[in-house]
């Protein structure tokens, strides 16, 4: 699945984003995507009015509509972004406990994705072919789980100067995301999975060994054509894999047994 947190304005025909988004779809991928925060009907904004993507609102704590946030029937439905001062909490690039904050459409979009991507977890698992994973079937269960008639203040009012007054219409639909359709799974079956492990390995492989400045990789990779070296290093890694905290607390038959036991 595919989240876009952009907003082409001012474009009702069919734009290239337009484009890229369908083909994305087309091509089995459901695509959630912010409406924009123009106070305006997103109708003719890109790629929001795309009938195929999830078109999302913001709403607020007091599950309002965000003030700028724009609506219309373009929207699927709306998810928790703040505004007013107020900002969903993110994980920031700055460093590994780095934090940020978004608001409005482009912080609603991903709590959609996040839902979207539990769903697909849940379905294509054991079946990645099976039809409720198609984008279709994904919006269709979100927006219709979504919880009606929650929000208020889904009026947008625009400037008319012919009559030199505000115009208001509340044309949004008044669904509020819900995620608790989705079953959580009894146990993570992926821990037990030879894709899982394998997946953890590469990740530890890109790690430092203890406080060294370079990756178990380089350290393996630092012993060339040497094939006693490349041999002794790749067990020693291998090891230190399996005997990290991170593996054995995946693996519960290991935690409770000290390293180097038969268990």
């Not at 991507?117 to 919006?139: G, I, K, R």
């Not at 929000?151 to 100067?161: H, M, S, V």
Request: glycine share 8%.
């Amino acid at each position: 699945m595919a989240n876009i947190s952009l907003a082409v304005y001012n474009s009702c025909t069919t734009t290239s984003v337009d484009t890229a988004v369908q083909n994305l779809i087309n091509s089995g991928v459901t695509v959630v995507v912010g409406a924009g925060d123009q106070e305006k009907n997103a109708n003719c904004t890109s790629p929001a009015h795309v009938a195929a993507a999830l078109t999302v609102g913001s709403t607020t704590s007091t599950d309002s509509r965000t003030p700028g946030t724009s609506g219309g029937t373009v929207l699927d439905l709306f998810a928790p972004g703040a505004g007013n001062g107020q900002f969903i909490p993110t994980a920031s690039n700055s460093s590994d406990q780095g934090l940020d904050g978004f608001s409005a459409t482009s912080a609603a979009a991903p709590h959609v994705a996040g839902v979207a991507a539990q769903y697909l977890e849940e379905y294509s698992l054991y079946s990645p072919t099976d039809p409720a994973t198609s984008p279709a079937n994904v919006s269709a269960a979100i927006v219709n789980t979504a919880t009606v008639g929650r929000l208020n203040g889904l009026e947008i009012c625009t400037y008319n100067p012919k009559i030199d007054d505000f115009i208001c219409s509340n044309t949004s639909p008044n669904r509020l995301l819900y995620s608790g359709f989705i079953a959580p799974p009894a146990s993570n079956p992926l821990s037990d999975s030879r894709f899982f492990v394998r997946q953890q390995f590469l990740d530890f492989l890109r790690r430092m060994p203890d406080a060294s400045a370079e990756t178990w990789i380089s350290y393996i990779d630092g012993c060339g054509s040497d094939w006693p070296c490349l041999n002794s290093r790749r067990i020693q890694t291998t090891r230190s894999f399996i005997e990290s905290l991170e593996f054995r607390q995946s693996h519960p038959i290991l935690l409770n047994n000290n390293p180097g036991t038969q268990a």
